[in-house]
């Protein structure tokens, strides 16, 4: 399978930003839905953002309003604008491309790790 990279992570203060980007390449990648998990110590895997081939997008309740997922087909890149972050948003994060029910259709990549602290 084509590897993801996640990247972008990093260290930030509550309220500030970050944006992430997820290296996706083949051309196939287009014609899929896209997404970020992300997964907190001690926690499930989730799903956080989503994003279909034609640009229609989906957050969890969680980071609605804060973080925006975007797409360059012909780049072949998946993009997480977070803003606002919270120290609860802490954690690795992670692109895939997510079936209907959620879950990866893809092999994980290494994930990029988010810290939220002052």
């Known amino acids: 399978q084509v590897p993801l990279v996640e990247t972008g992570g990093g260290l930030v203060q509550p309220g500030g930003s970050l944006r992430l980007s997820c290296a996706a390449s083949?051309?196939?990648?287009?014609?899929?839905?896209m997404g970020w998990y992300r997964q907190a110590p001690g926690k499930q895997r989730e799903l956080v953002a989503r994003?279909?081939?034609?640009?229609?997008?989906n957050y969890a309740d969680s980071v609605k309003g804060r973080f925006t997922i975007s797409r360059d087909n012909a780049k072949s890149t998946v993009y997480l604008q977070m803003n606002s972050l919270k120290p609860e948003d802490a954690a690795v994060y992670y692109c895939?491309?997510?079936?209907?029910?959620?879950?990866?259709?893809?092999?994980w990549g290494q994930g990029t790790q988010v810290t939220v602290s002052s």
């Open positions: 994003i279909t081939s034609g640009g229609t997008t």
């Open positions: 895939n491309s997510p079936m209907r029910n959620g879950s990866p259709r893809l092999s």
């Open positions: 083949g051309i196939v990648r287009s014609i899929y839905d």
